[in-house]
Structures are given as structure tokens and as C-alpha cells.
């Protein structure tokens, strides 16, 4: 019987950047943890060429993304949606199989509504899901910490940035170690 890894596997991973917008991010707890993060993951996918997919909930309302996230994600073109979870914004699950993603990296917000609704739906379609606790958060701390019991409830992984960072990278030695190291210090 073969046994499936319980590590990110590069060649399975997508990175899933949720709704980190103008409007929402000021409201949110430790706005600047998520978007740095955000950034380093981002940063540090384009160099591992793991898939990056971004979202934006209603953009006319929320605004668009945060431009540090915008510029860091190669050919940014976010995926509109009005469906909390990611799963219903027109194309996400398509673009996800057609990259053959069946491990899902997530950042963004909000920890316990479009992430954690996007974590769902993708566990219930088979995916695994790892949920980075320091490029996540809701308004309040309350929120942000139910969110992530949920998503570690239903059977997501919660991991940090250096965590999946460096089990992408699996080894030291290498340019690419060189670049994320430069991303983590």
C-alpha cells in the first residue's frame, strides 16, 4: 500500500492568495503580518514555479488587491467572485486541475469566511489543504483563531510561511535555497 507523503510536494502544491484587498485588509488583525507573508509565499512559489491563483471578492465593493501583493504575483490576473469560497469564482477549480494542483497552499482573508469556506470546499473535492497561520487573518483575533480551529478540524494542515517555503524547497545547496533564504531573513 503506498503511503501518501505528508509534506508539500512541489509538483502538486498551487498557492491560493484570497481576497487580500484595499477596502477589507486596514480592518483586519495584524493587516502588515498578512501582507508580508503574503508577499514571501508569492515570492517564494514564482521561484519554486509552484502555480500562484489570486481571488478578489467583489471588487467594485472591496477594491482591488493591495498593490505589494499585485506586483509580487508573475502575470497577476485575479479571479472575481461573489461566492465566499474561491470554489465559486468562475474558473478556480478548472485552473486548479489544469495545473494539476491537488495540494492547496492558502493565504489571505478572511480566516473564518472565504478561506476558511474556500478550505472546505476544496478538502471536500479531494485536495489537501494547507492553511498558513501567519499570512491569514480576520477582523478580530476571536475570528482569526476560530477560522483556523475550524480549517484544522476539517482536516487542513495549519503550517507558517518558513514552513512551506522550506518543504517546497525539501533541500540547502541550491540557488533556489539561496533566494528563499534571502526571503526569509
Known sequence: MQKTSLRLTRTKAGLVVVDVQERLLPAMFEPQRVVQNAVRLIQGAAILQVPIFATEQYRKGLGPTVPEVAAAIPGFAPLE?????????????????????????LCGIEAHVCVSQTCLDLLEKG?????????????????????????????????????????????AGTDEFKQILNLVK
Open 81 to 105: 467572485k461573489l461566492a465566499f469560497s474561491a470554489c465559486g469564482a468562475a474558473g478556480f477549480v478548472a485552473a486548479l486541475k489544469k495545473k494539476k494542483v491537488s495540494e492547496a497552499i
Open 127 to 171: 485536495l489537501r489543504v494547507f492553511v498558513v497561520a501567519d499570512a491569514v487573518s480576520s477582523r478580530t483575533p476571536e475570528n482569526y483563531r476560530s477560522g483556523l480551529d475550524r480549517m484544522r478540524a476539517a482536516g487542513a494542515v495549519v503550517v507558517s510561511t518558513e514552513m512551506v517555503l522550506f518543504e517546497l524547497l525539501e533541500r
